[in-house]
């Protein structure tokens, strides 16, 4: 998946500028963080979303590679002081996909039944919906969690729509759950490219790839996330969209087993995204009670 984002990516960076082809200027260097090598644990019990792009940050600070492409919902909150996310591409699909050989959609699942997912959010929601399901902890790249559906280890699995649009197999989604059922990760959908923070050249590079409604969008979420100061163990979903010149801005906190939720949304120009942001996390920070994991 991230080979498959990355070649996006750099496809679009030459189309933009036909001359760094000509000259063989953008090479793809793999890295393999600790994220991608650790699959028997939650992200929460090793160390969070991090995992996924601490040795890509520290090669950009090595000057080994000069941009790096993330799902931005895999991206902390933070940034390390020195660099910056330079250019968000145009959002895909945020919506998550439900995925069965024993039923036809979420509903249909029979009662007992076991659905994979290693997101708290997900299971979350699954759990607020379907509460007599059996979530099972599920990691690995799409390839490992359909061949474990298939060889029935699980009864179901949900995985991010976009995802599978990516590498193509769309098709094998059963049900596209909608926003009201599941709403997605901040940033879910989303391709970010970091870089340097100082690095202009290369920022100017990337102008043309840059999608300005998206990272409105983007801002207002993170900033939504940042006012929760929710850790992965903290169960937290939220979708921006624009609605002409105005963005709509939903979050979402739970606790980890369904038990409770707190909902709200905001609504404002798009110039006050990060506004927007701050007092919604604000207000789902002061209505939520102990145990939503923000104490």
Do not use: Y
């Not at 996006?8 to 001359?19: Q, T």
């Not at 990516?166 to 989303?190: D, F, H, K």
């Not at 906190?253 to 927007?276: F, H, Q, T, Y």
């Amino acid at each position: 998946m991230a080979l498959r984002q990355t070649a996006l990516v750099r496809d679009r960076l030459l189309a933009a500028h036909p001359d760094l082809a000509a000259i063989g200027a953008v090479e793809i260097v793999t890295i393999r963080t600790t994220g991608d090598r650790v699959q028997d644990r939650r992200l929460a019990e090793i160390g969070g979303k991090g995992l996924f792009t601490k040795e890509i940050e520290e090669a950009l600070f090595a000057g080994r590679i000069d941009l790096a492409v993330h799902s931005l919902k895999d991206v902390e909150t933070w940034l390390p002081d020195g660099l910056a996310i330079a250019c968000v591409l145009p959002r895909d699909d945020p919506r998550d996909a439900f995925l069965s050989m024993r039923a036809p959609s979420l509903a249909a699942l029979p009662r007992g039944a076991s659905i994979g997912t290693a997101s708290l959010r997900r299971q979350a929601q699954l759990l607020r919906r379907r509460p007599d399901l059996r979530v099972v902890p599920i990691r690995g790249n799409a390839d490992t969690r359909l061949k474990k559906l298939q060889s029935g280890e699980t009864d179901a699995i949900v995985l991010a729509l976009c995802g599978l649009e990516r590498l193509g197999i769309a098709e094998r989604a059963t049900e596209i759950l909608s926003r009201e059922v599941m709403l997605p990760a901040v940033g879910q959908g989303v391709l970010a490219i970091e870089c340097r923070a100082a690095d202009d050249g290369l920022r100017r590079l990337l102008e043309p790839l840059h999608d300005a409604g998206t990272a409105a969008c983007i801002m207002a979420e993170r900033a939504m996330l940042a006012a929760l100061d929710g850790s992965c163990r903290t169960p937290i979903a939220g979708l921006a969209e624009l609605d002409g010149e105005q963005l709509v801005l939903e979050g979402l906190l739970l606790k980890p087993d369904g038990s409770a939720e707190v909902r709200g949304r905001r609504a404002g120009g798009i110039g006050n995204a990060e506004r927007l942001g701050t007092e919604l996390g604000g207000e789902l920070r002061r209505r939520a009670s102990p145990g939503f994991g923000l104490d």
